[in-house]
DNA sequence: CTGCACGCCGATCTTGACCTCCACGGCTAT
DNA sequence: ATAGCCGTGGAGGTCAAGATCGGCGTGCAG
């Protein structure tokens, strides 16, 4: 979060920024209209006059709408990267690990602005540079479950990169749903009752595992 | 242009059709340019030359680019529900069901065309008859997910609702995941793997509801 | 005081894609 | 067979949106 910015609220039309700054201010406003419209629905002048600013300071900053929305995307890829590898390096006790990063994708889903939509509901996919960086964050995230998962059931890579991607993806599609309803149920507890689901599921499989300390749970 | 435009499936460049056969093949030939390049990147141009017709004659069969998207979108999206529907009926045997779910998806994917990208990762979801159409369908499969989960789990129904869109939601990540990494693993074994994942999760939960054992763990 | 540099703005250009207007050719009725 | 009709085809209009060029005002050095 900046600390000084003067953010919304007297936006007089004739103020000068540092090229930092602007830039920083310009990129804030790039991103709600991004969010709020999407990429193709999105000018460069409804931007500009979020940021209230003229279309040629925006030129001046970015070469052009791809690379203003790859700078967002990039952002904001990393930041989701993070907060999952995060969540799975917070504790060695695998059930808590599960529920960590149900609640890291919640966390990220519901951060301000919705910047999650430029991830997950980017309409830009057919770009090649957009396509990339999504499907490497995607795929990165779904590595570093399953690096986990591989090493506690003895699956191999291919097999715990699928059920890495499955929970993955459950975290991501819940946490919008949850987001996009208005459902009553409260984050922790949808978490909860995600994290119950998964784990179960996942803690079934040791099957080739040599001994299950993890059997405690078992039903 | 004077060589014989006799490509494939005998498409001279002349033939008069009947107008609901036209229509189809219209149907066919936006289909496979809508895949290829998304909604955005799609030109009238492209369709009407993929079929071997004018822009003319395009425009006489449907309104617009728009209408045009429309009635693929709301063709597979009925063929979306309808398979998972018809999984879900197909067997008494709960574990079945998760199975044949879980096959239904990737059967629904593999499908001829990809069509499933119009509505898996569709670039038009700001227009909002798009949206409304996306949103629909995969409420109503979550539905009839959930009216089972809820039959025998006793959950309610903003609970079994937000198990119903995880597991839908497992089902077509990990279906595109597959299709898309040229993974090893076969198909049958990866469902398997899923449905393993998936029912040991959900069968976890209060089965046999009325009777109290409830948790008897913390979470 | 005066010139200079810098950041900003109004107005404009161009591209590209959706959507129609004038000529051509095969089918049918008498 | 011939005249008419209707669907096809290529060329063009329109418009939105990304990208850019000559002025303007402010602050500072000399």
Redesign the pocket.
Known sequence: MSAIEQTEAARP???????RA?RNQLLGAAQEVFVAQGY?????????ERA??????????F????E?YLALLDQHCESLLHAVRTALASTSDNKLRVAATMDAYFAYVEDEGGAFRLVFESDLTNEPAVRERVDRVSLQCAEAISEVIAEDTGLSTDESMLLAVGLGGVSQVVARYWLSSESPIPRDTAVSLLTSLAWRGIAGFPLHAVEGQLSAEGH
Chains 1, 2 share one sequence.
Request: without cysteine.
């Open positions: 039309r004739g103020t000068r920024l540092p090229r602007r193709h629905s999105a000018a460069m002048d409804d931007i500009a209230g600013v003229s279309k040629p300071v925006l030129y001046q900053h070469p052009g709408k791809l203003l």
